[in-house]
């Protein structure tokens, strides 16, 4: 959740970590700080509660830190309140160890336990305070501090990314990982460490992942990576593809708006290379047609808004392959003794890749013997590197917290992998292929005409931005849509809102309508749009407002029914959802905006879930 920086080089440490933390925020945001270390000075620390702005306009109050060494944290608080004293990076007793975390430590109180019979006074109430703690009680200042950094990682459990600093080492940044994202970057005479390389982009893109048990000592000359027995390590080299300019606004009031618009060309990035001559080709994927004939059963387990893909990549799988799919929160498979075995298709849907619930259920699933297929955009994350095959959404950085065009390109893929496992099944209708196939490069152009205007959406949320409670209903495709829509409604403007399946209402929820109740009534889905008709017409008549969103072709008849009429175009049933999500995401965004939300970094969320 928390985001991790770390540099060492010829140039002063402070700038390069404030900018990179700059680029972390939206991982975790309610305090923020950084260490750097000089042989003259020691370490110096600044750190406090709130937002970055707030530990820059600290610095600009001060002499500036001198070091080209140093490390940097942005908080999302699991143990201890956001304050001062529990904001990263934490010191030890003896100032000579300063450490940034990322994780939970889960046996913390039995080390704080010990360390306190020891007689070392803690200063704060976090976990991660220990492994400071802990590591100058082991170093003893005549070996190496990578001796003491092995004996602490054997005695935590728990998840971590770590930076170390030490005032007797002030040259060498250490950094550890498990079970929580860090990758390290490879500059020119500068070394970087950081929870994911939007943060070290403007320095280079040459990176490597850390895997689990790993330990890397980096200077401005290079980087050592050891294994969990202290083993040299060859690390493989990747070239970040995507440019600077994809992780910054560019003009844009928000990262949510400018990636809602983004999300035309995320999909063009997503479809079209996988699209060739009418045929899905997914050559990633490592399955013969054999493997596909194996599988009696298919999971999608996910967490958020990519349990809601899933949610809709279960209608149409099921409807192309003919085969039972079950949707799954990753936080309950885990637990649920799942009955995966070696002819299940366990199907990890996650933007960042590094979800610890998405992450434990794809081991579990492993262990079960399931084959695991991964839909990540995150490339590199410990999802993606878990998993037997990937396929990449390709969908460039995503910042804002509300997932949007990472939702539109893993529902494509979804779309597209269920239509390849069929064909090569021979169990989806030629035709039915051949229409799905067609609409799908016609999409991201259908979408843009959906993007075009966003003056109905200014001013239906200048109408209902005060509400207190918001329903959505939909049958089938609009269901499952309609938990997204909700969602984001709720994680950016706070306003209470639930989702149901319209053919429920009767059976308690109607109960909530009355007059000015709004209900957003979703009706693209064509086979059941006359039941759909049929729920606006009861709750209007127990006097709701009805914002609904249909297709084109029926936007006439809509409008004498809804109080607004909301239209995407037609196209092939299973694609829907794709240009259906779009007006729910702009509505969510400017009732938000209108309600003076921080749209980019909702409160007590952060974008990447890497606690449990
Ligand atoms: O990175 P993941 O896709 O695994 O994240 C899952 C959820 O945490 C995520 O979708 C979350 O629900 C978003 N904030 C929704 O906008």
């Known amino acids: 959740m928390c985001g991790i920086v770390g540099f060492t080089g010829s140039s002063p440490a402070a700038p390069v970590l404030l900018d990179g933390l700059e680029r972390l925020e939206y991982r975790g945001y309610d305090s923020a700080g950084i260490a750097v270390v000089s042989r003259e000075k020691g370490l110096q620390i600044q750190k406090c509660k709130g937002r970055l702005r707030t530990l820059r306009q600290r610095l600009e109050?001060?002499?500036?830190?001198?070091?080209?060494?140093?490390?940097?944290?942005t908080r999302w608080a699991t143990h201890g309140e956001p304050n001062d004293v529990n904001s990263h990076p934490h010191v030890s007793q003896s100032g000579r160890v300063a450490i940034v975390h990322n994780g939970i430590i889960e046996n913390y109180v039995e080390i704080k336990e010990f360390l306190l019979h020891k007689g070392v006074r803690f200063r704060s109430d976090t976990d991660s305070e220990v492994i400071a703690q802990l590591l100058d009680y082991y170093f003893t200042g005549s070996e190496d501090v990578l001796d003491a950094v092995y004996h602490v990682l054997a005695r935590l459990?728990?998840?971590?990314?770590?930076?170390?600093?030490?005032?007797?080492?002030?040259e060498r940044l250490i950094a550890a990982?498990?079970?929580?994202p860090l990758l390290l970057g490879y500059g020119e005479g500068e070394s970087f460490i950081a929870?994911?390389?939007t943060a070290i982009i403007a320095h280079?893109?040459?990176?490597?992942?850390?895997?689990?048990?790993e330990v890397a000592v980096l200077t401005p000359d290079g980087i050592s990576v050891f294994d969990q027995y202290r083993r040299p390590v060859e690390k493989a080299h990747h070239f970040i593809q995507w440019d600077v300019s994809a992780a910054e606004k560019g003009g844009y009031a928000h990262f949510m708006f400018k990636e809602i618009m983004e999300q035309p060309e995320a999909l063009r990035q997503t479809i079209s290379p996988r699209l060739r001559n009418g045929e899905v080709v997914l050559d990633e994927l490592d399955l013969t047609d054999e493997d596909l004939r194996r599988f009696q059963r298919i999971y999608l387990v996910a967490c958020g808004s990519s349990y809601h893909v899933g949610m809709l990549g279960k209608y149409n799988l099921e409807r192309f392959l003919r085969l039972p799919v079950e949707v799954c929160l990753a936080s309950e498979f885990r637990y649920s003794a799942p009955l995966v075995d070696e002819r299940s298709l366990v199907v990890v849907i996650s933007q960042s890749g590094e979800t610890l619930d998405s992450m434990a259920a794809l081991r579990e699933a492993r262990s079960q013997g399931g084959y695991i297929l991964s839909i990540v955009n995150v490339v590199g994350s410990s999802i993606a590197r878990e998993s037997d095959s990937v396929l990449y959404t390709w969908a460039g950085p995503e910042i804002a917290v509300a997932t949007t065009k990472a939702y539109s390109t893993q529902l494509a893929l979804l779309t597209m992998l269920g239509l390849y496992m069929a064909r090569k099944l021979g169990r989806i209708d030629p035709a039915e292929y051949a229409a799905v196939t067609g609409e799908l490069t016609l999409l991201p152009g259908k979408l843009e005409t959906v993007l075009a205007g966003t003056d109905t959406y200014q001013y239906l949320a200048s109408r209902y931005f005060n509400r207190d409670c918001v329903f959505f209903i939909g049958r089938n495709l609009d269901y499952a849509l309609g938990l997204e829509g909700s969602l984001k409604l709720k994680e950016i403007s706070y306003i209470h809102s639930e989702s149901y399946a319209a053919g429920e209402l009767k059976h308690g929820t109607i109960s909530l309508i009355e007059p000015g109740t709004l209900v957003v009534a979703l009706a693209t889905y064509e086979p059941l749009f006359d039941k759909a008709v049929s729920n606006i017409v009861e709750v209007?008549?127990?006097?709701?407002?009805?914002?609904?969103?249909?297709?084109?072709?029926?936007?006439e008849r809509m409008e004498k029914i809804a109080t607004h009429?909301?239209?995407?175009?037609?196209?092939?049933?299973?694609?829907?959802p794709n240009l259906g999500v779009a007006p729910l995401q702009l509505f969510a965004y400017y009732i938000a905006l209108q309600r003076g939300c921080d749209i980019d970094k909702p409160?007590?969320?952060?974008k990447s879930v890497t606690v449990e």
């Open 603 to 606: 409160k007590n969320l952060a």
């Open 157 to 170: 459990e728990g998840a971590y990314a770590l930076g170390i600093l030490c005032t007797d080492e002030p």
């Open 540 to 555: 209007k008549s127990r006097g709701a407002e009805v914002v609904a969103l249909t297709t084109e072709s029926h936007r």
């Open 565 to 576: 009429t909301l239209t995407i175009p037609d196209t092939v049933t299973p694609l829907l």
């Open 177 to 180: 990982r498990k079970d929580a």
């Open 61 to 73: 109050g001060i002499p500036p830190l001198e070091g080209t060494v140093g490390i940097g944290h």
């Open 195 to 197: 929870s994911d390389a």
């Open 204 to 213: 280079t893109r040459d990176v490597a992942y850390m895997e689990d048990g």
